[in-house]
């Protein structure tokens, strides 16, 4: 079945820190990416998306390359900050009528000054 | 712009009594989901509906869970009688339509309500 799965947390990094949480899916057809943010006591919030094969979704410093032959979605950020603290969820979206977002369980990360 | 408003934020309540929760999405969006998030997971489809109409329910609890958006914008999730189990956050997002255009896969979330059955 449709599935997500993602590294295991909690990451605990130092400022400026190398970012990667690795993420791979399990889908039927050609589906859309996500990685959605949640800071503490807030919703979650789209952080990237990338559509289609080799797409790169980028926003805030954050990266990610939709990898169609390994069907993964790698999150990286070249040097962290406090304020990236959070979880992290890799998603995806099935196409063809059911639009469903189907989620990873999540990875916490915290980034220490 | 407001976002998605959910309420209650927070709600505490014995086992077997009933509750619920409200959502209002985001003006124009016609997709609109419930998920439920328990403790150090992802996010679980509940139900979706295109305006008015639940066009996936299949992982809603049938027994005890109900939904409705009669008008086709705010929703109610209601559960009767609460379980232990059903502790988690229960999610409101909303999204345009499929077809509607590069924002209509991206679906746009609300703060949550956290429920606490005792």
Request: charge should be neutral.
């Amino acid at each position: 079945g449709n599935s997500v799965t993602q590294m295991e947390g909690p990451v605990t990094l130092s400022e400026e820190a190398f970012l990667t949480i690795n993420c791979t899916y399990t889908a039927t057809g050609y589906p859309s990416l996500f990685w959605y943010v949640q800071y503490p006591g807030e919703g979650l919030q789209l952080l990237l998306k990338a559509t289609k094969a080799d797409d790169k979704g980028s926003n805030k410093g954050f990266e990610a390359t939709y990898r169609k032959e390994t069907t993964s979605f790698h999150l990286e950020k070249g040097s962290v900050q406090v304020s990236d603290s959070a979880v992290y969820f890799c998603a995806f979206i099935t196409q063809g009528g059911s639009e469903k977002l189907v989620f990873g369980k999540g990875t916490k990360l915290t980034v220490n000054p | 712009e407001a976002g998605v408003v959910q309420s209650p934020r927070y709600k505490i309540i014995e086992k077997k009594q009933p509750v619920a929760f409200w959502c209002n999405p985001i003006s124009g969006h016609n997709t609109l989901y419930w998920y439920r998030q328990n403790l150090g997971q992802g996010p679980e489809l509940l139900i979706r509906y295109e305006n008015e109409e639940a066009v996936d329910d299949s992982q809603l609890p049938k027994d005890r869970f109900s939904a409705e958006r009669l008008k086709g914008v705010d929703s109610t999730l209601k559960i009767q009688p609460a379980e232990l189990g059903d502790s988690a956050v229960y999610l409101c997002a909303s999204s345009l339509a499929p077809g509607q255009g590069f924002g209509a896969n991206v679906l746009t979330f609300g703060a949550g309500s956290r429920l606490t059955v005792l």
